[in-house]
């Protein structure tokens, strides 16, 4: 493969970079959409098979407006283990962070709060008018290899306001020792009627 060192592209009256078929011209730090679904009354939001190790530090998912069928559900997630084939990974799942309110005095700590197989990323999301879940989460996949890798780590941050008119703020960070190769949003029970995920891998410098 052959390499040229440059410090500055100068000006020319082109406009068009072009790179060998089956490659793409990146920058570290720059956000390339890999995925992204549209809710409309899905039992779940499935990604399945976008990471990639080479080439992702790691990956920034935006989640705007999920309204659920169903009142006083929680927005649930699993890791998806196994690449295109696909499937749930199964694994304790443990989670920390803290949540404050917009409209009322209380705020708290989450600790040492694990499930079996999911874990919530919100409590409490209400089917009404104005009630929807939105945020943002980075998601770091384990590689798999205990020697140089953690578990694998989902840290969202989203606002809502929930059944009980509340405005609400969390943190919360998710954890579960699966090599995981996707992500599985879906509600406690009933359907996601609307809203959208996207799904965006953070570039490290790749040609």
Do not use: C
Request: charged share 15%; hydrophobic share 35%.
């Amino acid at each position: 493969m052959s390499q040229i060192n440059v410090n500055t592209i100068g000006a020319r009256t082109g406009t068009t970079i072009s790179v060998a078929s089956g490659h793409t011209l990146t920058g570290a730090g720059n956000l390339i959409k890999l995925a992204s679904a549209t809710a409309s009354n899905d039992d779940a939001i499935i990604f399945d098979n976008f990471v990639d190790h080479n080439t992702y530090i790691g990956y920034f998912i935006v989640f705007n407006n999920l309204h659920p069928e169903n009142n006083n559900v929680e927005l649930r997630l699993k890791f998806r283990v196994g690449g295109a084939s696909g499937s749930n990974g199964s694994d304790t799942y443990r989670s920390g962070g803290y949540y404050v309110y917009a409209n009322t005095g209380s705020s708290g700590f989450i600790t040492n709060n694990n499930a079996t197989d999911y874990h919530r990323i919100a409590n409490s999301v209400g089917n009404d008018d104005n009630e929807v879940i939105t945020g943002t989460a980075t998601f770091f996949p384990s590689t798999g290899v205990a020697a140089s890798s953690g578990a694998s780590v989902f840290n969202s941050r989203h606002t809502q306001e929930n059944s009980a008119d509340e405005l609400q703020i969390v943190e919360r960070s998710i954890f579960a020792y699966v090599t995981a190769t996707g992500l599985n949003f879906y509600y406690s029970s009933g359907q996601i009627v609307s809203g959208e995920i996207v799904v965006y891998g953070i570039t490290k410098w790749v040609l």
